[in-house]
């Protein structure tokens, strides 16, 4: 009978030991699993990053880089605006300032007689941009031409567009000057009749061109919206401006020649110009003058210079 006893103490505190053992394993096996699920969830992602560190790193590179071309931006803004001197009506820099502030299709229209390169660098930044170059010069027609060719984005057209009525205007082109590089000191051909007979490059060649009107050309093109507008037209840039004032409105920039002596007949002037573009909310981005009589405005809707600089106080 005792020994009934004594077996079935020692069975019932073997079964004790047993759960106790049970248990013991048990949270061995909690713990254990923990720490193996910890280390699943940390170490894989230590061994891809550096498995994959290449890919990992170029979004953060991309990252850096964006940032360094806004400094770059941030300076241009903070010095050239203040420079004057001699300098191109076209530099490859203000394109890339001013796809900054544009959408990855945008609309671009140019008007003058030397667009072709300007035209043809917008279309191959940006290759969904629809960009119409107007070149009243036979010779940057051709190349305007040719880089359509290659460009199917780019669409050249000969002649000017204005604020008149389509049809026939005769058109006074200039004489290269003696300048020793003409590019960095261009003085357009115009619908407008020079006077000043000292500056002797202003009496070119006069011959018709074909003119378009403004609004009747976008409404033909169903244009509602243009991004970009570039007039380079021999002082006939404010009367231009003033007959779109609805693209004004709905449009980011705005780059022009200015003039600051009346070298033409009815030469618009560039306080009035400054005026028109301030009141349609533009900010002047950066301005440059060469011998006060011409210059290069860059206009930038002023929301979307704050949008990008955060201030306009740099």
């Known amino acids: 009978m005792d020994d009934e006893k004594y077996q079935m103490g020692y069975t019932q505190m073997n079964a004790k030991v047993d759960q106790w053992a049970s248990a013991k394993r048990l949270k061995s096996m909690f713990v254990t699993a923990s720490v193996i699920d910890t280390e699943a969830v940390t170490r894989p992602a230590a061994v891809n990053f550096r498995r994959l560190s290449i890919s990992s790193i170029v979004p953060f590179l991309s990252a850096f880089v964006y940032i360094l071309s806004c400094l770059w931006a941030c300076f241009i803004y903070a010095i050239d605006i203040k420079k004057e001197g001699l300098i191109p009506s076209y530099k490859p820099y203000e394109v890339g300032v001013m796809s900054f502030f544009l959408p990855y299709n945008p609309t671009i229209v140019a008007v003058g007689d030397r667009i072709a390169d300007f035209t043809s660098s917008f279309a191959r930044s940006k290759e969904l941009a629809n960009v119409y170059g107007f070149s009243a010069d036979h010779k940057d027609f051709e190349r305007l031409s040719y880089f359509s060719s290659q460009l199917p984005n780019l669409k050249p057209h000969f002649g000017l567009l204005n604020d008149l009525k389509d049809g026939s205007h005769l058109f006074y082109s200039t004489l290269t000057h003696d300048i020793p590089d003409e590019f960095y000191y261009h003085f357009a051909g115009s619908l407008l009749n020079p006077v000043d007979p000292t500056i002797s490059f202003l009496f070119g060649p006069s011959y018709q061109i074909p003119t378009f009107n403004f609004l009747e050309f976008c409404k033909l093109h169903n244009i509602d919206k243009i991004h970009v507008i570039y007039l380079d037209c021999g002082g006939d840039e404010l ?16 780059h022009l020649k200015t003039y600051h002596q009346n070298i033409r007949r009815g030469i618009s002037q560039f306080q009035q110009i400054h005026e028109l573009m301030i009141n349609h909310g533009y900010e002047l981005f950066s301005h440059y003058i060469y011998d006060d009589v011409i210059g290069d405005a860059l206009y930038i809707k002023s ?3 704050s949008a990008v600089f955060r201030s306009k106080e740099l």
Do not use: A, F, T
């Open 303 to 305: 929301k979307y210079v």
């Open 239 to 254: 009367n231009i401006l003033q007959s779109i004032p609805e693209y004004l409105i709905k449009g980011i920039v705005v």
